[in-house]
């Protein structure tokens, strides 16, 4: 897993390298590309992906608020993309943490995606990691993937959906300058999200960077015990058997 920790590692840096002078403009064109109707927490929801020029990348906080339109939860995230200039495709992957379920059931709160940056090999909890597959002004798919450090999702070692409602809001939709491309969101999952009841409402920004993701695969077959007792072995602690 020596390329999830590096990619984790890259993020981090990314996180406080975004700054620009906020320019007022007249917004552009916006693409419609779905209507559905939903969900127990709101009566009706339009999905659509849109240019946004009143965008500022210097808006994006890197943080997710969760909520059941009752209640919410922030918690920071990290952000990393990876685009084919060809294609003129984008990958946009937001990894956030939060507690295991008996952590939660404990009473537990606080994000976990940041724990381990002082002492590697130290996570605990459960990893969200939620990306949008982008193709010129079409959104062809969004997934959330969860991993656990525990047995969380009966015996199955991880829980994935794909998510069909949401509003997305884009700075541009020519994908060949990673860093070019930011906006936000606001997604209906057809699940709970899982950090509090009906968690079902997510919200929350993104700024792209020029490198790569973690595909489903390698997320599916990533075993975060496994992660950390490498990492533990690279730093020199004794792993117990």
């Not at 009752?70 to 993309?81: D, G, H, I, R």
């Not at 060949?176 to 919200?203: M, V």
Request: glycine share 6%.
């Amino acid at each position: 897993m020596i390329k999830l920790s590096f990619i984790v590692t890259l993020s981090v840096l990314i996180l406080f390298s975004c700054n620009e002078k906020k320019v007022d403009k007249k917004p552009e064109l916006v693409l419609i590309n779905q209507t559905s109707k939903i969900a127990k927490n709101e009566k009706s929801f339009k999905s659509y992906f849109k240019i946004d020029s009143l965008l500022n990348k210097s808006d994006a906080d890197f943080t997710l608020t969760i909520s059941n339109n009752q209640k919410s939860e922030t918690l920071p995230v990290l952000c990393n993309c990876e685009k084919n200039k060809k294609d003129n495709t984008i990958k946009i992957q937001i990894t956030s943490g939060i507690p295991t379920k008996t952590e939660l059931n404990s009473g537990q709160k606080g994000n976990r995606i940041l724990m381990n940056l002082g002492k590697p090999g130290s996570v605990k909890g459960q990893m969200k990691t939620l990306t949008f597959h982008i193709k010129d002004s079409l959104i062809e798919k969004i997934d959330l993937i969860s991993k656990s450090t525990d047995n969380d999702y009966g015996g199955l070692g991880y829980n994935h959906f794909e998510v069909s409602k949401y509003e997305v809001n884009i700075s541009k939709m020519n994908y060949a300058i990673a860093s070019n491309i930011f906006g936000n969101y606001k997604l209906i999952l057809p699940q709970q999200y899982g950090y509090f009841e009906n968690d079902t409402i997510l919200k929350g920004t993104f700024v792209c960077n020029n490198w790569r993701i973690n595909t489903l695969d390698d997320l599916k077959s990533l075993d975060l015990n496994k992660w950390n007792a490498q990492k533990q072995s690279e730093m020199g602690f004794q792993v117990n058997q």
